[in-house]
């Protein structure tokens, strides 16, 4: 298992690549996000092996629920098996999700405006790999999609830099994503960017 695991871990590194090259982040810092990550992955395998995990009922075949939190996921496993990703290959295709997410959030917190770059690496160091953080974003289920989607919607709310646009692509789809994982986180994010636009 862990090496069905690791095998595709290794083999999505290039997608991996090719998705965070346009943020201004280091290949060696976003290896190091992927890798560690990775060492997290096999701890999970584990504990889930041994516990109760939701990632046990989307590796076994969940029950098809709608296109709403569950069965979004259920049908995203589903595609992903027609790449020949199943199994506990899934953690490698969940644990991109959260990787990916986790580049965003240390772009997001590098582009704000914190006096001291010592201090913002220190910021950015402390949320990227928190191990709590890591760990609960990278099995399957909705946890790493939703970080990715809320990380990447941050990302996009501190790159605005015009108060004047109204409409911004970027959060309009991480807000139909995540109205689609968990209505209710959506609907906070709605919250949220209306009143960047009001206060």
């Known amino acids: 298992?862990?090496?069905?695991?690791?095998?595709?871990?290794?083999?999505?590194?290039?997608?991996?690549?090719?998705?965070?090259?346009?943020?201004?982040?280091?290949?060696?810092?976003?290896?190091?996000?992927?890798?560690?990550?990775?060492?997290?992955?096999?701890?999970?395998?584990?504990?889930?092996?041994n516990n109760p995990a939701d990632a046990n009922m989307y590796i076994m075949g969940g029950e098809k629920t709608g296109i709403i939190g569950t069965g979004f996921v259920n049908r995203l496993v589903d595609i992903s098996g027609f790449f020949n990703i199943r199994g506990y290959s899934l953690y490698s295709l969940f644990g991109l999700f959260g990787a990916v997410g986790c580049c965003y959030l240390y772009c997001a917190i590098k582009n704000c405006d914190i006096s001291g770059s010592k201090k913002l690496n220190t910021v950015s160091l402390l949320f990227c790999f928190l191990p709590s953080l890591t760990f609960w974003t990278l099995a399957p289920g909705k946890d790493s999609i939703i970080f990715l989607v809320i990380s990447y919607a941050l990302y996009s709310y501190v790159k605005l830099d015009d108060n004047s646009i109204k409409i911004n692509l970027n959060i309009i789809i991480s807000i139909l994503a995540l109205i689609l994982i968990r209505p209710h986180v959506g609907g906070a994010l709605v919250i949220s960017y209306i009143l960047f636009f009001t206060t």
């Open 1 to 49: 298992m862990y090496l069905e695991y690791l095998i595709v871990a290794i083999g999505l590194i290039p997608i991996y690549i090719f998705i965070i090259r346009k943020l201004n982040l280091k290949l060696s810092t976003a290896l190091y996000i992927y890798s560690y990550r990775a060492l997290f992955s096999l701890v999970y395998i584990f504990y889930a092996n």
